[in-house]
């Protein structure tokens, strides 16, 4: 332990917070003991108060109590290498006892049901140091039962051990830490690249197996590694939900989180036949979100946009979509954004993630995602066309992804839009953002799907005749073949 605290510590400050987390069988609670070495904080923190309440046994040393300060605790007369303990109560994040958000009801009360899972959203156990620099190391370790699995987004040290090390991300941005019966999948996405899928309740008379949707979603992950030609993240975590039944989408929900690392949430309802989540879009979706970092609210418009522009390149990289389809399907996006646009009154597109929170939703809504999609579309044409087609999108979301996913910032759009324009020696993403962020109207794309291959009449909502150029088959098969050797 001592020899890797070394290796890791560069700078005299650096302090390392090992915790271990000792579930029993019951998993309705646990003893964690936390170690501390180096320059430690006078404090340790959580985020919830509610934490105080599932305090089993108050923390202390060996010798004494430490002090309890609201959210803090105070261990500034502590020595450095102290150790201390302190137990807590999880019997509030047994699964079945939150039926609500879920819905494992009309009649699915099976013994399924009853396996012993918790999962925890709100950090009700987990005290961190106050001041976290990026070089403070916490590391946690679980002893669980052996039939038992974990699903965290932290990153896996060991394999066999279930030892993690914690992303500088913020607790409080959100995760999810799943343990229990659950089915967990450890998928390789080219090299030193691991999808975790956890699979929470999967019903066996399902028509679509935990091992059919892992491999749906493991190709829709190989499908962002063709494209960017590397998976974007070491680890990631994703969560699926099977709920019973029948409904118009196979993938009702998703949902990213960002604390500590990245994980996605699915819920899906695996009565579909396999066929139906292969083209249906919410995946692509949300694994597209994984390529850019958080951004500020207002500036979601930019990840939505990211989002729904590559939902059909990703479905056209797997073939799902052919190129046509695919274009297709964004430009009647745009026409959303459009007509959304259209419908509520002029604001600017910096003010409209705001206003949706008060005011009217959907045309906003879709005037926040397919303003976004325009913008990288815009971008991803004017680059291709100033590299006679050797550089596009992919290529810059590539070096983003190597440099700017990690850590605790939230980017405001215009520092995005400057990275973007350093990573691809231009100032394209800067003059695009100046124009969109606070402008009133929806961006105008007709000429892009001209250079596309479309014919297009003004005042027309649908699209002529399409003939691929090499334009708009080099954006929708981009896919760096070097790299992706990988
Ligand atoms: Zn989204």
Request: net charge positive; glycine share 6%; proline share 3%.
């Given at each position: 332990?001592?020899?890797?605290?070394?290796?890791?510590?560069?700078?005299?400050?650096?302090?390392?917070?090992?915790?271990?987390?000792?579930?029993?069988?019951?998993?309705?609670?646990?003893?964690?003991?936390?170690?501390?070495?180096?320059?430690?904080?006078?404090?340790?923190?959580?985020?919830?108060?509610?934490?105080?309440?599932?305090?089993?046994?108050?923390?202390?040393?060996?010798?004494?109590?430490?002090?309890?300060?609201?959210?803090?605790?105070?261990?500034?007369?502590?020595?450095?290498?102290?150790?201390?303990?302190?137990?807590?109560?999880?019997?509030?994040?047994?699964?079945?006892?939150?039926?609500?958000?879920?819905?494992?009801?009309?009649?699915?009360?099976?013994?399924?049901?009853?396996?012993?899972?918790?999962?925890?959203?709100?950090?009700?156990?987990?005290?961190?140091?106050?001041?976290?620099?990026?070089?403070?190391?916490?590391?946690?370790?679980?002893?669980?039962?052996?039939?038992?699995?974990?699903?965290?987004?932290?990153?896996?040290?060991?394999?066999?051990?279930?030892?993690?090390?914690?992303?500088?991300?913020?607790?409080?941005?959100?995760?999810?830490?799943?343990?229990?019966?659950?089915?967990?999948?450890?998928?390789?996405?080219?090299?030193?690249?691991?999808?975790?899928?956890?699979?929470?309740?999967?019903?066996?008379?399902?028509?679509?197996?935990?091992?059919?949707?892992?491999?749906?979603?493991?190709?829709?992950?190989?499908?962002?590694?063709?494209?960017?030609?590397?998976?974007?993240?070491?680890?990631?975590?994703?969560?699926?939900?099977?709920q019973p039944g029948i409904k118009r989408s196979p993938v009702p929900w998703g949902e990213v989180s960002r604390g500590n690392g990245l994980g996605i949430l699915f819920v899906i309802r695996s009565d579909h036949d396999i066929k139906d989540f292969y083209s249906d879009w919410t995946a692509s979706h949300e694994f597209a979100h994984s390529i850019?970092?958080?951004?500020?609210?207002?500036?979601?418009?930019?990840?939505?946009?990211?989002?729904?522009?590559?939902?059909?390149?990703?479905?056209?990289?797997?073939?799902?979509?052919?190129?046509?389809?695919?274009?297709?399907?964004?430009?009647?996006?745009?026409?959303?954004?459009?007509?959304?646009?259209?419908?509520?009154?002029?604001?600017?597109?910096?003010?409209?993630?705001?206003?949706?929170?008060?005011?009217?939703?959907?045309?906003?809504?879709?005037?926040?995602?397919?303003?976004?999609?325009?913008?990288?579309?815009?971008?991803?044409?004017?680059?291709?066309?100033?590299?006679?087609?050797?550089?596009?999108?992919?290529?810059?979301?590539?070096?983003?992804?190597?440099?700017?996913?990690?850590?605790?910032?939230?980017?405001?759009?215009?520092?995005?839009?400057?990275?973007?324009?350093?990573?691809?020696?231009?100032?394209?993403?800067?003059?695009?953002?100046?124009?969109?962020?606070?402008?009133?109207?929806?961006?105008?794309?007709?000429?892009?799907?001209?250079?596309?291959?479309?014919?297009?009449?003004?005042?027309?909502?649908?699209?002529?005749?399409?003939?691929?150029?090499?334009?708009?088959?080099?954006?929708?098969?981009?896919?760096?073949?070097?790299?992706?050797?990988?």
């Amino acid at each position: 332990m001592f020899i890797v605290f070394l290796l890791f510590s560069e700078s005299v400050y650096a302090s390392h917070y090992q915790y271990t987390v000792e579930f029993d069988d019951s998993l309705v609670s646990a003893k964690i003991k936390l170690c501390l070495d180096g320059e430690q904080d006078n404090y340790l923190e959580i985020d919830r108060f509610i934490a105080y309440e599932t305090l089993i046994q108050k923390p202390k040393t060996n010798k004494k109590m430490v002090g309890i300060e609201g959210r803090f605790w105070n261990i500034k007369e502590f020595a450095k290498n102290t150790c201390l303990n302190y137990e807590v109560s999880f019997k509030d994040n047994r699964l079945k006892t939150d039926p609500k958000r879920y819905a494992f009801k009309n009649g699915s009360a099976n013994q399924e049901i009853d396996k012993k899972i918790i999962h925890v959203e709100e950090n009700n156990w987990l005290w961190l140091p106050e001041k976290r620099g990026y070089s403070d190391i916490i590391e946690i370790e679980f002893h669980i039962p052996e039939n038992y699995k974990i699903s965290t987004p932290w990153h896996r040290l060991d394999f066999e051990k279930n030892r993690y090390r914690l992303g500088y991300e913020p607790q409080e941005w959100g995760y999810h830490l799943i343990i229990g019966e659950i089915d967990l999948s450890i998928i390789t996405i080219g090299k030193n690249r691991i999808l975790n899928i956890a699979t929470i309740n999967a019903s066996s008379q399902a028509s679509s197996t935990t091992q059919s949707i892992n491999n749906w979603l493991e190709n829709i992950a190989k499908s962002i590694k063709y494209y960017l030609g590397q998976f974007p993240l070491k680890q990631m975590q994703i969560i699926v939900y099977p709920q019973p039944g029948i409904k118009r989408s196979p993938v009702p929900w998703g949902e990213v989180s960002r604390g500590n690392g990245l994980g996605i949430l699915f819920v899906i309802r695996s009565d579909h036949d396999i066929k139906d989540f292969y083209s249906d879009w919410t995946a692509s979706h949300e694994f597209a979100h994984s390529i850019l970092p958080k951004l500020r609210y207002p500036d979601i418009w930019l990840s939505e946009g990211l989002a729904s522009y590559l939902q059909y390149v990703l479905m056209a990289q797997n073939k799902q979509l052919t190129t046509e389809q695919a274009w297709r399907r964004i430009y009647k996006g745009l026409q959303k954004g459009l007509k959304g646009t259209q419908l509520v009154s002029k604001e600017k597109l910096l003010d409209v993630s705001n206003n949706r929170k008060t005011g009217p939703r959907s045309g906003r809504t879709m005037r926040i995602y397919w303003s976004g999609a325009a913008y990288f579309l815009k971008a991803d044409i004017k680059l291709r066309a100033e590299s006679n087609g050797k550089v596009g999108l992919s290529d810059i979301l590539l070096k983003l992804s190597n440099c700017c996913l990690k850590g605790k910032k939230v980017w405001i759009g215009d520092a995005l839009a400057s990275k973007l324009d350093e990573l691809s020696d231009t100032n394209l993403f800067s003059i695009l953002y100046k124009n969109m962020a606070y402008s009133s109207a929806f961006p105008k794309f007709n000429k892009e799907f001209e250079m596309l291959g479309f014919q297009v009449t003004d005042n027309s909502i649908e699209l002529g005749e399409f003939k691929e150029n090499q334009l708009s088959k080099t954006i929708m098969t981009a896919s760096n073949k070097t790299r992706n050797q990988n």
